[in-house]
């Protein structure tokens, strides 16, 4: 090969061959699963990549490639997501790989960023308690309900589609294409306003924890879509999507923004987290409207409250039952005053989404009010 290609740089065919053999490789994996339907492996698309002998960065705003002809330089166009991480202090690094696209006659650059970081010692907690159709987040003994609406959303665009769905076909028969085209754009519109409402809910989160130089708890989620609340959704492909757009979809946009910002996520058993008292580890007894009364101390609790508590308890390890590290926990956590005294009221203090969606940050509350 290398005396095939004298002109080019040793290193492309350094790559061609590490990529033949890659090929070569699964083929054979491939044939001994019996899924292969040729006695050869072909090749269809031609693609190089260029390791980090062939390329390198010329500043941020293009990179030089060796070629037969000297080194090129390509200048790139700098997008949001790109500037965002610079910004941060995130580096790129010599893993980063280009891909020439024969067919499409473009570069591909697949860049990799690294960040040097001191030792995240988390200071205190933010604990995160995903609902159908809020959001509750303790700060600093302050319980916030974040609404989302995010099932609410769902299933109503779920209900709108249908009625839509019937109307058309009623009118023009099924799946006529007027109907599709209603239907991409509800499902379109549905997309955009879910993600626009997960995103700005993650980066408060995740903003106020970096500036706290808090660590975020959140439960940690099943595969299934199991979860009580929604269960009594019938239809398992709706409940999917409900768990998906609310649980899962919530806790994904969290685990991208507390990677960006370097704040670390601690995952815990959600099992009965709203069922005990937090301060008497005894059973709450539920009345209407998620509220409910402890068995042993008669004091009332709001279901999210028990939650984001017994959540933080958990993830400080300490929920095996003995008084005083729980105590000892809350007072190092907060850097106060005990706050779940029995008089104290339990309640969650509710936030409208079109209040939190303007929030720049959940300290910044006061200034609002
Ligand atoms: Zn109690």
Known sequence: MRSLYSQLPSHYVYTACQDAAERAHSFLRLKRMGRARKPY??????SIWLDDHLWRAEGLTSISLATHKDRVRVSFELNKH???YVNRGWRLTSEARVKLDYKERRLILYLTFKKE???YRPKAYITVDVNENAEAV???GVVYLLETDLSRVTLGYYYRRKRVQEKYDRAYGPGSRP??????????NEKALKREIRWKLAALIVREAARRQAAIVLERLGKEPAKGMIERIKDPQLRHRVYQATFKGIQKAME???REYGVPIIYVDPRNTSRVCPIHRAGIVYGKDRHGVCSRGGETWHRD???CYNLLLRALGSDGGDAPSRVRAFVTVDGGPVPLGPTAAHEPTDVPRALWARWRSLGARATIN
């Not at 492996?41 to 031609?46: K, L, Q, S, Y």
């Not at 109907?179 to 379109?188: D, E, I, M, P, Q």
């Open 82 to 84: 790109f500037l965002r």
């Open 256 to 258: 991208e923004k507390a």
């Open 117 to 119: 970081v001191s030792e």
């Open 138 to 140: 303790l700060v600093d």
């Open 305 to 307: 409250v028990v939650a």
């Open 41 to 46: 492996p072909e090749v269809r698309n031609v």
């Open 179 to 188: 109907a599709r085209r209603v239907l991409r754009r509800l499902g379109s």
